[in-house]
Nanobody, 114 residues
Framework: QVQLVESGGGLVQPGGSLRLSCAASGFRISDYAMGWYRQAPGKQREWVATITSRGTINYTNSVRGRFTISRDNAKNTVYLQMSSLKPEDTAVYYC????????WGQGTQVTVSS
């Protein structure tokens, strides 16, 4: 059974940092590209970052230079290190397989506010 469980969100002040985790089960993340997505209140879910099985990484323009996606194949977990957070980064963050989408997890709430 394929499952994705996100964690690590919270309330942080502008300029702060958080590290999100996405624990996958039912498949090996090393076999797939993995991505992070987010959905802000009242907006559609948007793509944030992708890391392919070969390690190629891409970011949406608004987070490039501030966020870092990585993965630990041994732990079957994908991470998103977020720094220099801005209020506009406030959203529920999700992970998924960009080219072989599966059911979305519950996401993890990130709130950037003073």
């Amino acid at each position: 059974q394929v499952q994705l469980v996100e964690s690590g969100g919270g309330l942080v002040q502008p300029g702060g940092s958080l590290r999100l985790s996405c624990a996958a089960s039912g498949f090996r993340i090393s076999d797939y590209a993995m991505g992070w997505y987010r959905q802000a209140p009242g907006k559609q879910r948007e793509w944030v970052a992708t890391i392919t099985s070969r390690g190629t990484i891409n970011y949406t323009n608004s987070v490039r230079g501030r966020f870092t996606i990585s993965r630990d194949n041994a732990k079957n977990t994908v991470y998103l290190q977020m720094s220099s957070l801005k209020p506009e980064d406030t959203a529920v963050y999700y992970c998924n397989r960009p080219f072989r989408m599966t059911a979305w997890g519950q996401g993890t709430q990130v709130t950037v506010s003073s």
